[in-house]
């Protein structure tokens, strides 16, 4: 079971009204003139339209993007503010490179739930899927060790055995839950649930075929789905 995070008792220390002041002054370093200014420069040294990326990446603008963000909302309507028309294209190339940096970020293969925590930072998780079919696929593309078919429910058994040695017991829907959290990189257990392709009872059947992995590596497990150490 994940363990709890403990608030750092700095952070419970921090006055909100004395952090807004701090964040409003930060603010006033830069006008919104200013940054627009930063903007078209960096467009007419690009060529283009800058992205996110390509801005942050311009070692002449002076500005960082989320400052950008914080004065005007969001990425695009300070391009629109600035005269610079919001890039609707990203080429299939920038898409994977972004999977991979946050891939690099996160130490683990992205999932959708990360690319949504992400909207503005990054292509949203609807333009991966129309231009790659589904994330799966992007991220195979992108080298990612994604299991898809009969690897996919293959991976997942070897996840559940894993878990239920930890457990002591076969996972129960709840506990696949709670161990994600501390996971992401496991499948959901709604994923697995949609996986096994039995009418009646998706989830036991999976603890039958964790179970049944079990055995073969000489694990006993009982009627109730304690293990139990032992040749069954």
């Known amino acids: 079971m994940a363990r709890s995070r403990r608030r750092h008792p700095a952070l419970d220390a921090i006055d ?23 903007l078209r420069a960096s467009a007419e040294r690009l060529g283009r339209s800058p992205t ?26 300070a391009k629109r503010a600035a005269g610079l ?9 920038e898409l994977l490179e972004q999977l991979r ?14 690319l949504e925590q992400r909207r503005g930072r990054m292509a949203s998780k609807s333009l991966v899927w129309h231009t790659f079919g589904s994330l799966t696929a992007a991220l195979r593309e992108a080298g990612f060790d994604v299991p898809v078919g009969e690897e996919r429910l293959e991976r997942a058994v070897e996840q559940g055995v894993a878990l239920a040695r ?9 506990d ?10 496991l499948l959901s257990e709604w994923q697995i649930y949609r996986m096994v392709e039995i009418d009646a009872g998706p989830w036991a059947a999976f603890q039958f ?14 009627s109730d789905g304690a293990l139990r150490r032992g040749r069954a």
Do not use: C
């Not at 909100?16 to 930063?38: H, K, P």
């Not at 940096?101 to 990360?114: K, S």
């Not at 839950?177 to 990189?185: F, T």
């Open 209 to 222: 075929l964790v179970r049944g992995r079990l055995r073969e590596d000489g694990v006993d497990v009982r």
């Open 85 to 93: 028309s919001p890039r609707r294209f990203i080429s299939r190339e």
């Open 16 to 38: 909100e009204a004395a952090l807004a002041e701090f964040r409003a002054g930060l603010r006033r370093r830069y006008t919104d003139e200013q940054i627009l200014a930063e």
């Open 52 to 77: 996110m990326r390509e801005f942050a990446a311009d070692a002449d603008a002076a500005v960082h993007p989320q400052t950008v963000i914080e004065h005007f909302g969001t990425w695009n309507a």
């Open 101 to 114: 940096e946050l891939g690099a970020e996160l130490g683990r293969t992205p999932t959708a739930r990360d």
């Open 166 to 174: 930890s457990l002591g017991r076969l996972p129960k829907m709840a």
């Open 176 to 185: 696949w839950k709670e161990a994600r959290r501390a996971d992401p990189s």
